[in-house]
């Protein structure tokens, strides 16, 4: 699956979700959403790391993880950013610049 396809697949799992829970979705829902979802992975991180009450579960901290990449997906498309030229232009020049 390419970043293209997960993105679209994240977009119409939104879609559904928030028809069915009657939510109205922006560029601003969409940032809150993605630091919640961080909150999560991080106190996911704090019970692998012995460092908060609970069981810790490495499964739950890949969904935690899942539910980060994909509010950060959806964000991207409600600011209009192209996360792959982004990464291209941000990220992946360096390995242009280290394969020279």
Do not use: F, P
Not at 57 to 65: F, N, Q
Request: aromatic residues 4%; charged residues 35%; proline residues 0%.
């Amino acid at each position: 699956m390419t970043l293209d396809e997960l993105s679209a697949s994240v977009l119409r799992i939104s879609d559904i979700y928030a028809r069915e829970h009657g939510i109205e979705r922006d560029r601003d829902w969409a940032l809150l959403k993605m630091q919640e979802e961080l909150g999560e992975l991080t106190a996911e991180h704090l019970r692998m790391s012995g460092r908060a009450r609970g069981a810790a579960d490495h499964d739950k901290l890949g969904d935690e993880a899942a539910d980060v990449l994909g509010m950060l997906l959806i964000y991207c498309d409600k600011a209009g950013i192209n996360i792959e030229d982004a990464m291209r232009r941000k990220w992946l020049k360096w390995l242009e610049q280290d394969a020279a």
